[in-house]
Nanobody
Framework: QVQLVESGGGLVQAGGSLRLSCADS????????MGWFRQALGKEREFVAVITGSGGRTYYADSVKGRFTISRDNAKNTVYLQMNSLKPEDTAVYYC???????????????WGQGTQVTVSS
């Protein structure tokens, strides 16, 4: 069973940084690709980044490439999203998700966290 809990969201000024964490209480964390998605008010959920189970491959949305970094620590059953140079348009609820394959579309994912709010002020 996969149970995901995000943390690390908050309010930050434009240009600032935040690091999100997503902890999995399951026993097979390294078997799952982990993705980060976000949903702004009134918009559809969109892909941000994904990392394979081993951590060997990562993929990013063009809008965050060069500013965000996804990583994981399989010993701690945790995936991270380091967000630098934040912009007001990054404001959204951020969700982590788990699946056997490193999909980039949200509807493919079987397991989701509850989300954490990130607000970037201008």
């Amino acid at each position: 069973q996969v149970q995901l809990v995000e943390s690390g969201g908050g309010l930050v000024q434009a240009g600032g940084s935040l690091r999100l964490s997503c902890a999995d209480s399951g026993r097979t964390f390294s078997s799952y690709a982990m993705g980060w998605f976000r949903q702004a008010l009134g918009k559809e959920r969109e892909f941000v980044a994904v990392i394979t189970g081993s951590g060997g491959r990562t993929y990013y949305a063009d809008s965050v490439k060069g500013r965000f970094t996804i990583s994981r620590d399989n010993a701690k059953n945790t995936v991270y999203l380091q967000m630098n140079s934040l912009k007001p348009e990054d404001t959204a609820v951020y969700y982590c998700a788990a699946d056997r394959v490193a999909y980039r579309t949200p509807h493919e994912y079987d397991y989701w966290g509850q989300g954490t709010q990130v607000t970037v002020s201008s």
